[in-house]
């Protein structure tokens, strides 16, 4: 596929890599934010009616959960911060009775992504929460830009390119190296 394209366009510097000298011209892509959305809800939308009520803080998550997501670090954390709440929302892909086992998991399942602001707006913390494997450590997470553009305090599992995201841009966010660091 790159050798016969004209162009690849690659959002990960892995897949750049893998582009190599295959692809006639490639060019790093990675994702985006609509940030004037995201600074609008930051600045005037009230938090999500469905976390109105909450109790403080809310550690949250924003995306899929499946594979790839790490419930038994979620669970871990969770157990450890019982008076934290822990808040995910995004579809539901794989069992979660793990999950569904501490009171203080709340799972909201999938939403529109016009409602995604207003659920960060009310996270004291925002998790990348994923299993390193070579998939993962080969994604740049889009989610990494929503909640830096809210103004989210960011903590993700050691991957390749988070790393590489605090290299280009200072420590904006705290990458966990084992379960401890993370909890």
Request: with cysteine.
């Amino acid at each position: 596929f790159f050798a016969t394209s004209d162009a690849v366009f690659c959002n990960s510097n892995a897949l750049m890599e893998k582009a190599g000298n295959l692809a006639k011209q490639r060019f790093l892509f990675p994702a985006g934010v609509d940030f004037i959305k995201f600074e609008n809800a930051r600045k005037y939308s009230d938090v999500h009616p469905d976390l109105a009520e909450i109790s403080k803080p809310v550690v949250g998550y924003i995306g899929a959960i499946s594979g790839v997501f790490d419930q038994d670090l979620l669970v871990k954390a969770a157990r450890a911060l019982p008076e934290f709440c822990f808040v995910l929302v995004g579809p539901v892909y794989v069992n979660v009775s793990l999950l569904k086992s501490c009171s203080n998991i709340l799972l909201l399942g999938k939403r529109p992504h016009d409602e995604v602001a207003t659920f960060i707006k009310c996270f004291d913390v925002a998790l990348i929460p994923y299993i390193k494997t070579p998939f993962t450590d080969a994604v740049y997470s889009c989610k990494l830009n929503e909640y830096l553009a809210m103004g989210a305090s960011v903590v993700a599992t050691d991957l390749r390119e988070i790393r590489l995201y605090v290299e280009s841009y200072g420590h904006v966010l705290q990458i966990a190296n084992n379960q401890e660091d993370f909890i």
